[in-house]
């Protein structure tokens, strides 16, 4: 599956490039007046390969979770439990990432790619049945202090897109392993357990554009896992540790130092060769890392846009544009993470972010903030009017 899916990727369609360059230069506005948008309406259009290209609609998130033998190190102060309950939480809507969907019109798909605790949610059992299974195990609509919250997309999707609104979270059963082992003192996975997580992203994928996705967003779920982005990000990029390195949930700076150790440990131990993103990812990275970048692949070959999020998904894009270069043209990226590795990646990938909030949370919430602005940049494509047709002067 990874290699008919890296063999599907090419690149972006010139010709279409230049028929959406040709439009912007024609519409009701001063030449470049609209920045970075300008930009990715061309860059969308050759992903497309059509002028103007689709609107990015409906829009899909995909949460990936797993956890990690790393927590073993104390890189962070949180139990690995929580990456566990925050599933529980995702199902009911009582996320960021779930308040943020709702208002983008988004649907959230939950996928266990490699969580530790085993999950007391009744998962989808195969792919293809009832999208809207989350709705039953998400039990109440009311958080505990009372305040109503909505679990479905339906009653807070009025100000996303036109169309119907999307159906409550859902959990997709597809975990691989119960977490990774612990990378400063083994690979974190083997070849085959890397395989397996990138063929869930990539399967993950085909099934959200089957369904009609026009977008994917990345999310990810995993208590420690910006110790493993880190790694990776220093792997492929090749800076130091400390550069790719951040605080994740805020640890003090005891457990900072400790954690740039843990990365510099677990990255002389393996010396992870950047030209071998397999190797990479088994020797420090995560199953969630390993599925997005499945994901990625996946969007890629589809030519359908992915909206990245923050550090992790970041790091696994790294993953992603080893195994297929032209894979970063279907990359946008949503937010610049508070998260310094988040930069190191982004420039290494050559990707400019849309937004730049000083969000480090994760889950797909600066992608959903990015999502309207990726949207009215194919928007103008559309509904702007020539000079020609408003009859307006040009200069
Ligand atoms: C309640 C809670 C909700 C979250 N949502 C995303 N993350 C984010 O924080 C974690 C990574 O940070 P670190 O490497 O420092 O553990 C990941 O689970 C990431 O998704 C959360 C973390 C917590 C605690
Ligand atoms: O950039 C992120 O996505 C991030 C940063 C800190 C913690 N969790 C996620």
């Known amino acids: 599956m990874l290699e008919t899916t890296i063999a599907a990727i090419g690149p972006l369609d010139e010709s279409a490039m230049t028929a959406a360059r040709d439009l912007q230069a024609r519409l009701t506005k001063p030449a470049g007046s609209l920045g ?9 259009a050759g ?29 962070t102060p949180w ?66 202090d009372g305040r109503a919250v909505p679990t479905g997309g339906a009653a807070g999707a009025t100000g996303g897109p036109a169309g119907a609104a999307p159906a409550s979270p859902r959990l997709v059963d597809a975990n691989v392993r119960r977490g990774t082992r612990d990378m400063t003192v083994t690979a974190a ?5 890397v395989r397996a997580a990138i063929g869930v992203g990539i399967r993950i994928a085909g099934e959200l554009i089957d369904a009609g ?20 990000i220093a792997a492929f990029t090749g800076v130091d540790p400390a550069e790719a390195t951040g605080r994740g949930t805020g640890v003090d700076d005891e457990t900072y130092r400790r954690k740039i150790g843990v990365v510099r440990t677990a990255l002389d131990r393996h010396r992870p060769d950047p030209a071998d993103p397999l190797g990479v990812l088994a020797a420090v990275g995560g199953l969630e890392h390993a599925a997005l970048a499945g994901l990625i692949l996946g969007a890629a070959a589809r030519r359908v846009p992915v909206l990245l999020d923050g550090v992790i998904a970041v ?66 494509l559309h509904e702007v009017a020539t000079f020609d047709a408003a009859g307006v002067s040009e200069k």
């Open 315 to 380: 790091s696994a894009a790294l993953a992603a544009a080893a195994f297929a270069p032209d894979a970063v043209g279907a990359m946008i990226a949503g937010h610049r993470s508070a998260e310094p590795g988040a930069t190191v990646a982004l420039r290494h990938l050559g990707l400019d972010p849309l937004v730049d909030l000083g969000l480090r949370l994760g889950e797909g919430t600066g992608a959903l903030l990015a999502l309207p602005v990726v949207t009215g940049a194919v928007r103008v």
């Open 79 to 144: 139990p690995q439990e929580v990456t566990a309950q925050m599933i529980g939480n995702f199902l009911a809507g009582g996320a960021v990432v779930n308040a943020f969907a709702r208002q983008a019109g988004a649907s959230v798909t939950v996928v266990d790619v490699g969580v530790a605790t085993p999950l007391s949610f009744p998962p989808e059992a195969a792919a293809g049945t009832d999208p809207a299974a989350g709705a039953e195990v998400s039990g109440g609509a009311e958080a505990a």
């Open 213 to 232: 996705a026009g977008v994917l967003l990345t999310g990810d779920m995993g208590i420690a896992n910006t110790t493993p982005s880190a790694a990776l």
């Open 36 to 44: 970075a948008l300008e930009d990715l309406s061309v860059r969308l």
């Open 47 to 75: 992903l497309a390969g059509a002028c103007p290209p689709p609107l990015p609609e409906p829009a899909a998130v995909a949460i990936f979770a797993g956890d990690h033998g790393v927590h073993a190190q104390r890189v």
């Open 189 to 193: 996975l083997t070849p085959d357990e």
